[in-house]
Each structure stands twice: as C-alpha cells, then as structure tokens.
C-alpha cells in the first residue's frame, strides 16, 4: 500500500462528503457516541453497497485498509488541481 500525500486531510475530506451522501440516502447522522473507525466501516460499506468503491477482499478487510481506499477514491473524485492532491 502506497503512501498518499495529505492523507491525514483527504481522509477528514471523504468522510465528509461520505456522511453527507449517506445523510442523502436516508441514514440517519452519526451520534457523538460513534468513534471514528465506526463511521469509516459504516461510509465505506454504503459506497461498496452502492457500486461507487470497489470492495476489499475479505481477509483485507480493516480500518487501515478501508480508510486508504476511502482516500483513493476521494482523491479520484477532486478535481486535478484541488489544493489537497498537491
């Protein structure tokens, strides 16, 4: 696995866009209660669900995986010249 720049901050970028997509298709907001790795499995179940991010193979999948490819895809969906992909 690869390193990213600004991982740190394009991870912080997809779970916002990812929360409020999952909002948009009727999930209810997380709860203060929710821990981080919580909404990270939750967000990358619902892109696989719906075909937006190719799933891991199952014995690849953990947190670090999982929020890796959540900062692929995002990184694929920002535009060439976003601050963050710099």
Not at 45 to 50: A, E, G, I, P, T
Request: net charge positive; with cysteine.
């Amino acid at each position: 696995m690869s390193k990213i720049k600004n991982e740190k901050a394009l991870l912080k970028k997809a779970m916002q866009i990812g929360e409020a997509y999952a909002v948009k298709a009727g999930y209810h907001s997380f709860s203060a209660t929710d821990s981080a790795d919580q909404k990270v499995e939750c967000i990358y179940r619902l892109l696989v669900h719906d075909k937006l991010l190719t799933p891991l193979p199952q014995d690849q999948e953990n947190g670090v995986n999982m929020k890796h490819r959540l900062v692929k895809w995002i990184a694929g969906k920002l535009p060439k010249d976003h601050p963050l992909l710099q």
